[in-house]
């Protein structure tokens, strides 16, 4: 089981949001980069960044924040979302030493962008499917769509992404635990890697999802509980490597 710190990015600084609201934030850094350093320092072998602006812009707005990250730590895979709407973006990070780019939701609201993007960037493209009972929310969690999670997972498994990263928006920066059965009933209708999202926020919901990373729940996206101090990266990953054995 994947640990991996969030790396929120809004108006240049690193910040989380509760249940995707761009007007209910807290900022933790002015400095996305030394955020990162921590990390790294303390044990990630992954990270997640997200460029809020870019989300609700629909194109890149702190990219040279997450260029900055890259240049430093190139031999850290990161994955980066929000406002990935194009060919030429994608190509713009992965240049930078990106690892993966999320699309979200240009996935959902064009036909074919997903499958030209898996066939022009092989090994590349993720999925983001942000979800509230059970329905994927498009336009930085603003508009929900028709439609279903598990459905769309399966279409997207089809025209080769590597992983979906499932959100539960409603436990999202709420810090009031992972949505398990809604993560393992997604990664049990499909077989590439399901990373999961939203609510992780305590030693208890690593040890929950570790108990079915044999299910195909190969990672967890860890936010607001490593910023305030209720997960230490270091032990949650040891623990992690443990159950994992």
Same mark, same amino acid.
């Given at each position: 089981m994947l640990l991996? $710190?969030?790396? @929120? %990015? =809004?108006? +240049? =600084?690193?910040v989380r949001l509760r249940q995707g609201r761009m007007e209910d934030d807290t900022v933790f850094s002015d400095d996305p980069l030394a955020v990162a350093d921590r990390w790294v320092a303390e044990g990630a072998r992954r990270l997640h960044? #997200?460029? %809020?602006n870019g989300a609700f812009a629909g194109k890149p707005v702190n990219a040279e924040a997450i260029r900055r990250i890259a240049a430093a730590h190139p031999g850290v895979p990161l994955q980066v979302g929000g406002g990935i709407r194009d060919d030429e973006t994608i190509e713009l990070y992965l240049e930078m030493g990106v690892s993966y780019v999320i699309l979200g939701t240009n996935a959902v609201n064009v036909p074919h962008f997903v499958g030209d993007a898996c066939s022009e960037f092989p090994g590349h493209i993720m999925v983001g499917l942000d979800a509230k009972? +059970? =329905?994927v929310a498009i336009d930085g969690w603003s508009k929900l769509s028709n439609h279903d999670v598990i459905d769309i997972a399966q279409r997207f498994e089809r025209e080769g992404v590597e992983a979906i990263i499932y959100t539960d928006?409603?436990? @999202? +920066?709420?810090? +009031?635990g992972v949505n398990v059965n809604a993560t393992v009933a997604l990664a049990r209708a499909i077989?590439? $890697?399901v990373i999961a999202s939203g609510g992780v926020s305590s030693m208890e919901d690593i040890r929950s %999802?570790?108990? #079915?990373?044999?299910e195909g729940v190969m990672g967890a996206i860890v936010g607001r509980a490593l910023y305030e101090g209720n997960i230490d990266l270091a032990e949650?990953? =040891?623990l992690a490597d443990q159950l994992g054995q």
């Open positions: 991996i $710190p969030a790396i @929120d %990015l =809004k108006d +240049g =600084k690193c960044i #997200v460029d %809020l009972d +059970g =329905k928006i409603n436990r @999202d +920066g709420m810090m +009031g077989h590439i $890697p %999802l570790c108990g #079915v990373a044999g949650a990953q =040891k």
